[in-house]
């Protein structure tokens, strides 16, 4: 996947598409679900499946809300592989069985991750490992994909040290394990504390090693509050289809360049890999800094959003002369 990002940088690496915007849970920091959409209808899924296909994308990530509330999720896992893509899903785990553990190894899920805020539920996450770690033992007996636990620090989580006993027990069951900080309920970043910092540094350096140990200076410098310079690639290598099927920067810039996905074109990936995001500097979103590292060496970023021109105004060829 790296080598091929590195031939070629007019396709995506990674795209996120989400099959359903309900969740089962209402965790008070999270701004990407709701209590009562339908899922998106398959043959559309399949659609979206093969135009990111089409588009050349590596690795798709099925997240939500919660994605086991599709129905017919396995299909769309079983589409991925079948247009030769990497399938992973992000989960909270809570509707994870021995039966459907095994249907999504049949389906060829690769990768599994799932987001545990605490050792028990609070009012802020529900996502605790009192009520997930049955779940974790049918994952570490049945999955014959890779599962992370990625667990948090920052502003909201109430007892750090609850990090490291959720990453200890993780490679106890023999998963990998990461570590996120979250911005607090305004959406500023807060340096941790020496406290958080001990638990984040801690937490780092379990488990395997992977290619997500490659963004470590992102990471020094949020838990540090200081901004990142680098150059984000979102809405060119990485890309975020939500439920009605518009492109966008990231879950946490709906809008930009809020695009059809069947109208979207290598003229729009070329744009959206010049163009400078604002809000790269405190970005926290791990995935993204991973794909853009592929590009970090390269193509400096010479439009605003606020200028974007449109393929029709500039030309194809004088995109190509400002790469």
Known sequence: MIARGLVSRDHPVLAHIIPVRRCNLACGYCNE?????DPVHTDLMLKRVDLLADLGTAVI?????EPLLHPELELIISRMRERRMIAGMITNGYL???????????????????????????????????????????????ADFKVNINTVLGSGVRNP?????????AVELGFTCTVGIIHDGGGHLRALGEEERAMFDEVRLL???????????FQENLAS????SWKCRAGARYLYVCEDGLVHYCSQQKGYPGVPLEEYTVDDIRREYLTAKACAPYCTISCVHQVSLIDFFRA???????????????????LVELK
């Open 300 to 318: 400096p970023q010479k439009l605003e959003p606020a200028e974007r021109p449109s393929t029709e105004a500039v030309g194809v060829e004088k």
């Open 61 to 65: 990530t099925i997240s939500g809300g």
């Open 225 to 228: 509050g200081q901004p990142n």
């Open 161 to 169: 040290h609850d990090a490291s006993f959720i990453a200890h027990r």
């Open 96 to 142: 994870l069985s021995r039966k459907r553990i095994q249907s999504l190894n049949a389906a060829g899920l690769d990768h599994l991750q799932i987001s545990i805020d605490n050792i028990n539920p609070d009012d802020v996450s529900m996502k605790s490992l009192k009520v997930l770690d049955k779940k974790l033992r049918y994952l570490a007996e049945e």
């Open 207 to 217: 488990g395997k090693k992977g290619y997500a140990r490659l963004t470590k200076y």
């Open 33 to 37: 679900y709701d209590d009562h959409s």
